[in-house]
């Protein structure tokens, strides 16, 4: 059998039929771009990386809703009576070829006027001329080459928000005027006196005063900020000493040059500002192609087909849906509110809600819940409730998902802050005490040196260089994490929680058993032949596990959406699918997803697939349970306890029937009695428990595909390296207190010299820098060596 | 007068000018998305090098 590959997508081609000149096609669809390409003289998309399509979709009606204006407007980030300008997120963007189809749109449509991809963010911004054109016409020409863009709720609910750039302005601004006095400062570094230097030292002294004043006054601003904030909290943070340290830098070089006493301190007050931005921005590394915020609002379209009473079909915005309005819902779309089934054959996939991947098939007037997805052909519910109101959306008004987090400096930070901040403020008001009585002249010298000396940058830089770089090495082994605060709450758990479905098991890959009449020769050729000519996952996935037979030529093929298939070859039928569809009325309902058989129209027997658990999962547990609690809450019915129970340590909890407010609340209930808990969950349904969770991991097949609400994101291949994720975040909390004492030696040589009121400008520029450069080499060799013992 | 003060003001001219030109970077979006940029650059040679049947579409307006 020829395995060749399809030229547009890279799929196994099932048929060879399909082909133009030496160009194989998995289906008419990839087919149709590769034309629609070759007309435009586009075909340079296939030389840049090989097989870079993907199979267009199926979308008769389903951008209907953008002929309306005011959701049309929502979407839009510029529109004048010509030109309009959208920016749409394509899921589909991954490599060269995309990007360079997506510019050259304008050879497609000439009213397209440029169009610009950004790959992090995997969003194509396209202006067009809006009097031949529209948005509609637009979407659907990208989806007609395989790009189709997702629209969701959330993008009609977004405000249209402006980037900040604040930090990139700040670190500029401070990086250019630390340069700037450096230069100006080194002339009195190497010539105390002298006819040169008291002629031109004012002007210089001036110059360097000029520069500070933007540093202290805006690059360092949020640092006054945070530390006013802790203050009136009565919370000594580590901003309280850095904004201290940055105030009495500033007074002391200004009265030093106004009243001609030295130079000033100009040089290390620059420095330091840059020093803690760059760990600022080096700590702020974040995934624009992930999102950590996702509620339903991005897995919900933004409209939905109304018939009203004249049977008209219009597409209305979803917050306007009103109780008792009639909705089609067609094949593959999602059900948006809590409504009952008026007619057509409804098979509901809550995977999204349950983590249960079967779909379930309802009569009319069946109650169905938001959050499902048709699976079948059109139905037509009536809606019993408004969109926020139903079932699944009302889990997002719990208060978890309202509560703001605390971001900014890390706890292991401002824990250490406060008691040395009281440790600094005591130094400098007994050495200035003492020297009072010594030297009254000396005294406020070195009150301010002490405060100047202390100021803790290199303690302010140990947690965002370590957390930083590892949360980068995490990144490229798989496992993205929202911030650094993260990394911290990881290294102190006690208690880990997995979700069972699409956790623990994998959707690909099952296992299955045949019970029933053995087959024949030819009924197993006749069977391989049609699962093959079935795209159907479950199709695909029975194809793969059957042996290998001689493909026979199929006359007549037909699949029943959400039903089965049937087949005939020669004198021979096979029919396919759930029991009622061959025929097999008294079956009960299963515990797992089955697929009957029969040939001739006689039953012959069942496929059972069992969730397959991934591998290493044994192995994984067996290492947490020394440390950590183990529990298992799942969705599902108690049909794979035994299993688990095989599999898992024996003190590992298991609970079936969990819905997702139940795991909600078993969680919260735990962290009470003080437990920290780690939750790793995947569907919507674990999305309370995410959020609820001290830590909470959304495990992804494909990290590019929407996840719920997380503090982090898992490659889903990576989960038996869990164990490995978080001891090396403990390792970063060591590392971390390394540091702290490598600062404190730094600050206790300093001191030295502050008490003794020695501090010259030239020691402190030297020190400065030579004790936070020391800790970002030292954190950044510490923390990519526990990064290398990750695998 | 000392050469000084024009070299000085020289020099801190010539900083100040490469500070805006960053500021006016940044402004303009050109440190929003570093990836994508350093992809782009390499279509344009090749569409350069391949002027077979790119003849009528080949001007960007």
Known sequence: MNQANCFHCGDICVTTNIKIEEKQFCCTGCKTVFEILSESDLTNYYDLVSSPGAIPEEIVGKYDFLEDKTIVNKLLDFNDDKHQIVTLYIPHIHCSSCIWILENLHKLQNDISSSQVNFGKKTVRVSYNSENYSLKALVLLLSSIGYEPYISLEDYDKAKHSVDRSLIYKLGIAGFAFG????????????????????????????????????????????????????????????????????????????????DLGTGFFDSLTGLVFFLLLGKFFQQKTYSFLSFERDYKSYFPIAVTKIDQQKEETPIQLYEIEKGDRLLIRNEELIPVDGILINGDANIDYSFVTGEKESVPKQSGDKLFAGGKQTSGSIEIEAIKSVEQSYLTQLWSNDVFNAANADGFTTITNAISKHFTIAILSIAFISTAYWLFADASKALNVFTAVLIIACPCAIALSAPFTFGNLLRIFGKKGFYLKNASVLEKLADLNTLIFDKTGTLTTSEKGKSEYEGLALTAEENNLLKSTVRSSNHPLSRQLYN???????????????????????????????????????????????????????????????????????????????????????????DNDGERGNLKKLLPVKTKLFFNQKPADKLEYIKYHQSEGSKILMVGDGLNDAGALAQSNVGIALSENVNVFSPACDAILQADKLPQLSGYLKASQQAISVIKFSFLLSFIYNLVGLYFATTGQLSPVIAAILMPLSSISIVVFTTICSNYIGSKLQ | MSVIYLLLALSILVALVFFIAFILAVKKGQYDDSYTPSVRMLFDDELITEPSNKTSTNNKD
């Open chain 1, 545 to 635: 596990i059957l042996d290998k037979h001689n493909i026979v030529s199929i006359d007549h093929f037909e699949e029943h959406l959400g039903q089965g298939i049937e087949a005939k070859s020669k004198d021979n039928s096979i029919k396919l699918g759930s029991a009622q569809f061959v025929g097999q009325l008294t079956a009960k309902k299963p515990l797992n997803t089955e697929i009957h058989l029969s040939t001739n129209n006689i039953y012959k027997g069942k496929f059972t697939f069992y969730g397959a658990y991934r591998k290493g999962l044994s192995k994984l547990f067996n290492i947490l349970k020394e440390n950590y609690d183990l529990v298992v809450l799942s969705g």
């Open chain 1, 180 to 259: 700037n006095v450096m230069f100006l400062s080194f002339p009195e570094y190497f010539q105390v006196s002298g006819y040169w230097i008291e002629t031109y030292s004012p002007l210089f002294r001036w110059l360097m005063f000029g520069f500070s004043l933007p540093v202290v006054f805006y690059a360092s601003a949020d640092y006054f900020k945070s530390a006013y904030k802790g203050l009136t909290s009565k919370l000594l943070n580590i901003d309280v000493p850095i904004a201290l340290g940055i105030t009495v830098l500033f007074v002391r070089s200004t009265i030093e040059i106004v009243f």
